[in-house]
């Protein structure tokens, strides 16, 4: 039939699995001249999800793109995915998404229902998040690929970023951990049924509930897990706050089938770059190595990691687990003593 295309085959690598090593950006983007403007509050230079700039005194906008390979067959489950993942960024600022552009490269012979439904999935889930999509760019390209430019709003007053970290924080953590490995194992047709249908819940539930609680209390610091795993956006957390940050692993829901996965090393090729840049300042303790490589696994549309003030932390995490049942406390911010950033316990 004209729309059966199997779109992984056409990739690669998938979702954020394809993104360019946090260690490597750092040294593309090294001796680039970053022009002052008292209005932007966050610029590229700060290893952060978003740029921010300040419009008013009481409005901000909030700017992202996101675009990858495809990460399931599926069409219409595809452009779900990739603009969950896009809209994640904004959420993470502490915004609310408003306008999104599409980004898409296709085949030239990409059959167009196939074409149409990506395009579908992509407007059916920003509408969700109460955002509008108003355009966009398609090129032609033999690996196909999808993602948003979204652009978002927020009071100048209540950015977040992932420098905020405070001792004595506590750490919150929406989503669990294993997406990457589940979807390599996908891509080489051993994942089970339950496996696949958990994977596909996670990567197109938005992070909007999150947010929307988060917003009611004293976070201090915010990053969704993506592409560089929880170990490397937590290490961008621990290095722009200047504090160290202690894990405890039995309390990271630690996908199960993925765990078992990463015991036999199925593993994504973006875990050993996630592991290269952060594993320097990461203390692994005596950990499980299984377990570590999750740690490093790169996530496609995870959950929000928030640095919580520890008088609100109890009433956050009571509110998230009624809006999002996986929600986990996983750890707190210490004073930074020199020499490591990540502790696992």
Avoid at 90 to 119: F, R
Avoid at 188 to 215: C, F, H, I, W, Y
Avoid at 304 to 330: F, K, N, T, W
């Amino acid at each position: 039939m004209e729309n059966e295309v199997k779109l992984t085959k056409l990739a690669k690598c998938a979702g954020c699995g394809a993104k360019v090593g946090a260690g490597v950006l750092a040294q593309l983007l090294d001796g680039i001249r970053v022009h002052q403007d008292p209005n932007l509050l966050v610029g590229f230079d700060k290893s952060d999800d978003a740029s921010v700039y300040k419009v008013s005194d009481d409005l901000a906008l909030v700017q992202t793109v996101d675009f990858f390979p495809p990460i399931a067959d599926d069409p219409y489950l595809f452009g779900q995915i990739a603009a969950t993942n896009a809209l994640s960024d904004v959420y993470a600022m502490g915004g609310e998404p408003k306008l999104c552009l599409n980004i898409m490269a296709i085949p030239e012979t990409m059959p167009k229902d196939a074409v149409h439904q990506l395009l579908r999935g992509g407007y059916d889930k920003v509408y969700e998040a109460g955002a509008l999509i108003t355009g966009g760019h398609s090129i032609l390209d033999d690996e196909p690929k999808y993602g948003l430019a979204v652009t978002g709003f927020v009071h100048p007053d209540r950015v977040l970023t992932n420098a905020g970290a405070r001792p004595g924080d506590v750490l919150l953590l929406t989503k669990p951990i294993g997406i990457g490995v589940l979807t390599t194992a996908q891509k080489a047709e051993l994942l089970s049924p339950e496996g696949q249908a958990l994977a596909e819940r996670l990567m197109t539930t938005l992070n909007k509930s999150a947010r929307d609680a988060m917003v009611r209390y004293r976070v201090h610091a915010c990053t969704d897990v993506t592409g560089f795993g929880l170990l490397g956006h937590s290490f961008e957390m621990a290095q722009g706050s200047d504090v160290e940050l202690e894990l405890n692993v039995d309390a990271i829901d630690l996908i199960p089938e993925a765990l078992e996965f990463a015991r036999m090393g199925l593993l994504p090729a973006g875990m050993y770059r996630n592991r290269t840049f952060a594993e320097p300042g990461v203390d692994a303790g005596v950990i499980e190595l299984c377990k570590q490589d999750l740690l490093y696994d790169p996530q496609t549309a995870g959950g929000l990691l928030m640095a919580v003030d520890p008088a609100d932390a109890d009433a956050l995490y009571a509110e998230l687990q009624g809006c999002v049942p996986s929600a986990q406390r996983i750890g707190t911010v210490r004073e930074y003593r020199g020499g490591k950033r990540i502790f696992l316990r």
